[in-house]
């Protein structure tokens, strides 16, 4: 009895300050079927078209994604390539680098074959010609040697040869020319 | 020309002596040749060289060393 009092002063407590604030039933229905009615047109008027807006942005982000992919495995394709030709590059360079350098060792070593060999019949040439030159020299001075040995030995056989010499010169001609005529 | 005219020139370096002109005038006419005639030249150092027309026959000490020159 004392608690169907209790809710009955409590129910009545409530009821009064609802009635001071304005609050009815009425108005809470009414409230409440505001609410359902906002809900729902707030549903189908903004919650649908952003929730398709969202969905159609999400396929074009995934597009987007997925050509941002295609493009990317393009591009490490492309990079591939460009580094293989790249390095088919390089190694075409290095060979024909190998190549230059290996025809300028050649052209240098040619060079300096044929200045040696120039150098060598030049050589050759000047030593053909000091021997020639001293070969002569060695002859003149033997010549002019032989006719001063020969100028003294005329002086010499002029002065000092004696009649007995002499005699036996002639004695051998004469015999040596009878000899030959009547051999 | 005839033999008998032919005139041997002999050449010596020194006034020969008996036996030398004996020999020479043998050989003068061995080659056909009568007639010789003496020239003195000390130029040719010795021995001696005859002259019967074209033919010289040279011995002097000269010619050998000539030769001799030659060799050299």
């Given at each position: 009895?004392?608690?169907?009092?209790?809710?009955?002063?409590?129910?009545?407590?409530?009821?009064?300050?609802?009635?001071?604030?304005?609050?009815?039933?009425?108005?809470?229905?009414?409230?409440?079927?505001?609410?359902?009615i906002?809900?729902?047109?707030?549903?189908?008027?903004?919650?649908?078209?952003?929730?398709?807006?969202?969905?159609?942005?999400?396929?074009?982000?995934?597009?987007?994604?997925?050509?941002?992919?295609?493009?990317?495995?393009?591009?490490?394709?492309?990079?591939?390539?460009?580094?293989?030709?790249?390095?088919e590059a390089?190694?075409?360079?290095?060979?024909?680098h190998?190549?230059?350098?290996?025809?300028?060792?050649?052209?240098?070593?040619?060079?300096?074959?044929?200045?040696?060999?120039?150098a060598?019949?030049?050589?050759?040439?000047?030593?053909?010609?000091?021997?020639?030159?001293?070969?002569?020299?060695?002859?003149?001075?033997?010549k002019?040697?032989?006719?001063?040995?020969?100028?003294?030995?005329?002086?010499?056989?002029?002065?000092?040869?004696?009649?007995?010499?002499?005699?036996?010169?002639?004695e051998?001609?004469?015999?040596?020319?009878?000899?030959?005529?009547?051999? | 020309?005839?033999?008998?005219?032919?005139?041997?020139?002999?050449?010596?370096?020194?006034?020969?002596?008996?036996?030398?002109?004996?020999?020479?005038?043998?050989?003068?006419?061995?080659?056909g040749?009568?007639?010789?005639?003496?020239?003195?030249?000390?130029?040719?150092?010795?021995?001696?060289?005859i002259?019967?027309?074209?033919?010289?026959?040279?011995?002097?000490?000269?010619?050998?060393?000539?030769?001799?020159?030659?060799?050299?």
């Amino acid at each position: 009895m004392f608690e169907s009092f209790t809710e009955t002063m409590l129910l009545s407590a409530l009821t009064d300050m609802f009635n001071e604030m304005g609050i009815t039933w009425q108005g809470i229905v009414l409230h409440l079927i505001n609410l359902v009615i906002l809900t729902v047109g707030l549903y189908f008027l903004l919650f649908k078209p952003v929730k398709k807006m969202i969905r159609e942005r999400q396929e074009k982000v995934k597009k987007i994604e997925k050509e941002n992919a295609e493009l990317n495995e393009e591009v490490k394709e492309l990079k591939s390539s460009s580094e293989k030709v790249l390095s088919e590059a390089k190694k075409e360079a290095a060979v024909i680098h190998e190549n230059a350098v290996k025809v300028a060792k050649q052209k240098a070593d040619d060079i300096m074959a044929d200045a040696k060999e120039k150098a060598k019949a030049l050589v050759d040439r000047t030593e053909t010609e000091m021997d020639e030159e001293r070969r002569m020299l060695r002859s003149d001075v033997e010549k002019q040697i032989a006719d001063v040995s020969l100028a003294v030995a005329e002086k010499v056989i002029g002065r000092d040869i004696s009649k007995e010499d002499n005699r036996r010169l002639i004695e051998e001609s004469l015999k040596e020319w009878s000899g030959k005529e009547n051999g | 020309m005839a033999k008998e005219q032919l005139v041997a020139k002999v050449v010596v370096s020194e006034k020969p002596d008996d036996d030398i002109l004996r020999m020479v005038a043998e050989f003068v006419k061995e080659k056909g040749c009568y007639k010789t005639e003496y020239v003195i030249d000390p130029d040719i150092l010795g021995g001696i060289v005859i002259k019967i027309g074209n033919k010289v026959y040279d011995g002097s000490l000269r010619s050998r060393l000539e030769t001799v020159r030659q060799v050299f």
